[in-house]
């Protein structure tokens, strides 16, 4: 059922059937629940999607986010988003669903600047705010060290999986600088407390690892 439900499709057609049919899987049977194989589905499949809604943005042309109209079904897909933050960094696909899922939120940030993304859904523009504080506690599990059963400790694959865990903390860091300095008025006084909190945070992560580009941008974020 859950590969018949979860078909990508290239172009998102009208309606939004294919999403809401995924909204009540999760609603019944989050991701977290699922075993390894079918969580890097569920979250492939609906991640792929957000992604493109970001990479091809288009007001006249429908997206998947046109279709997240209430603050639950924000909930749902946050959910997911948030689960593929865990997945490995060596293996694919796991880790082309981590990729997204960072430039997904990254991307959702804006809704609290003045120019908010336009792939940024209905209920996250109404109340950034609400939704901010999850976003970047999730995205602390990509500073996180991924155990034995998920990264080898070893061989290739480490180093494949630690130069794309440097890569993306780098990315996070400077989407955070960057956010620090554009966010709004009205929303700058929660920004800096949950950015001043998720950089003491993940700062006490990277301390204990050999990331020295992450750590320079971390220096230079609190420095400002």
């Known amino acids: ?79 997911v988003v948030s689960h593929s933050l865990t997945l490995p960094f060596h293996a694919q696909p796991a880790y082309d669903s981590l990729h997204h899922a960072v430039k997904i939120y990254l991307a959702w940030c804006s809704s609290l600047t003045y120019h908010p993304h336009t792939a940024c859904p209905l209920p996250l523009r109404t109340h950034p705010d609400l939704y901010f504080r999850r976003i970047v506690d999730s995205l602390r599990h990509v500073f996180v060290t991924r155990d034995a059963e998920i990264m080898p400790r070893e061989g290739r694959d480490r180093l494949i999986g630690l ?31 949950r950015v001043l909190l998720f950089l003491l945070n993940v700062g006490d992560l990277m301390m204990g690892e050999a990331r020295s580009v992450g750590r320079r941008q971390l220096d230079g974020i609190i420095g400002t």
């Open 1 to 79: 059922m859950l590969l018949q439900v979860c078909c990508p499709s290239r172009a998102w057609n009208g309606g939004f059937e294919i999403f809401l049919k995924i909204a009540e899987i999760l609603k019944t049977h989050p991701a977290t629940q699922y075993s390894r194989e079918g969580s890097e589905l569920v979250c492939e499949v609906l991640i792929k999607e957000l992604a493109e809604a970001i990479d091809s943005p288009s007001p006249s042309y429908p997206t998947i986010t046109s279709g997240i109209e209430t603050g639950q079904e924000l909930e749902w897909v946050m959910q």
């Open 163 to 193: 130069k794309r865990q440097a890569a993306e903390i780098q990315g996070i860091l400077v989407a955070v600088e960057n956010l620090v300095e554009e966010v709004s008025e009205e929303f700058k006084d929660e920004v800096w407390a």
